[in-house]
DNA sequence: ATTGATAATGATATTTTATATCAATAATAC
DNA sequence: GTATTATTGATATAAAATATCATTATCAAT
């Protein structure tokens, strides 16, 4: 995913922030990483390898990837928040299992049409939403 | 409100839980409240007339109320859980003001239908669902 | 390459919301 | 009334994210 990083790396320029080995390790492990990662699990995963980053970083560029796009935070459950690739990803809601916690990507263009237009009937101006159903999986039916 | 006030002793007398003045006025309190009231707010307004309500036994009765289906925990945005009525209302969607942080409550048929399906679809059995849509109301736009 | 300005880092402290602890109190059955 | 035990409220703790801050690293200008 070279264009995801670059991405990145043009939104440190253009903010006048910098490039740091760190920023590029994060950026690298969240691109390889499991979609829907928390910010604890990628910070396990580079401490493995690279002892000497902070989770406190972690977060932060997090947050930095979002800015730019890069990324959208899910909330689901009462947990902690996760994080999942945005860039050139088509907008998609989620199945969760209430019991192994699977996340499963579903879109369905009649509902995110419906969904407009309930909003728009209300007077409101949808920018963005977040559809989660709750249930069980094929496997803990 | 009298009935949802019976369905909740109800249930502490099945559990075998206590009668107490506690419950009784932070129960009342909720039912009188605003809809889409938080902890904290709830317990604000108790405190005004009665001192001596501690805040742990407001949440301790929220989720008492919780489980006995009076009332949803809704978690919109980042900030607290929010608790609204359940009792005899029909399910509903939120539109949340991102500038304001009005909710409008709404419902469309058609899409909780294809929702269901969607999720069947999937191999999987829907429980429960959460929709919001992110936007500006009429007054923020 | 050196330097100076300042952004970034990581250890730690703090914040925020919710929950756990626990001695004192109150509710219920007898 | 008494015994039993659930409940309460003050306080401590948990969990996740963010803020603080001394130290270090980046980078543009020389
Ligand atoms: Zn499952
Ligand atoms: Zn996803
Ligand atoms: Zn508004
Ligand atoms: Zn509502």
Same mark, same amino acid.
Request: net charge negative.
């Given at each position: 995913m070279k264009e995801a990083r670059d991405i990145f790396f043009n939104y440190v320029k253009v903010k006048n922030l910098r490039y740091t080995r760190q920023r590029e390790k994060i950026v690298e492990a969240f691109l390889r990483a499991d979609r829907h990662i928390t910010a604890e699990e990628l910070y396990s995963n580079l401490k493995k390898v690279d002892?000497? !980053?902070g989770s406190a970083t972690v977060h932060r560029t997090l947050k930095l990837m979002g800015e730019c796009g890069l990324l959208d935070e899910i909330k689901v459950g009462s947990g902690k928040t996760r994080y999942e690739l945005k860039y050139k990803r088509e907008h998609h809601d989620h199945l969760i299992c !209430?019991?192994?916690g699977r996340l499963i990507e579903v879109r369905d263009d009649k509902i995110e049409r419906l969904q407009d237009k309930l909003a728009r009937a209300n007077d409101f101006v949808p920018k963005w939403h977040r559809l989660e159903i709750y249930g069980l999986c094929t496997k803990c039916r």
């Open positions: 002892p000497e !980053i !209430i019991n192994c």
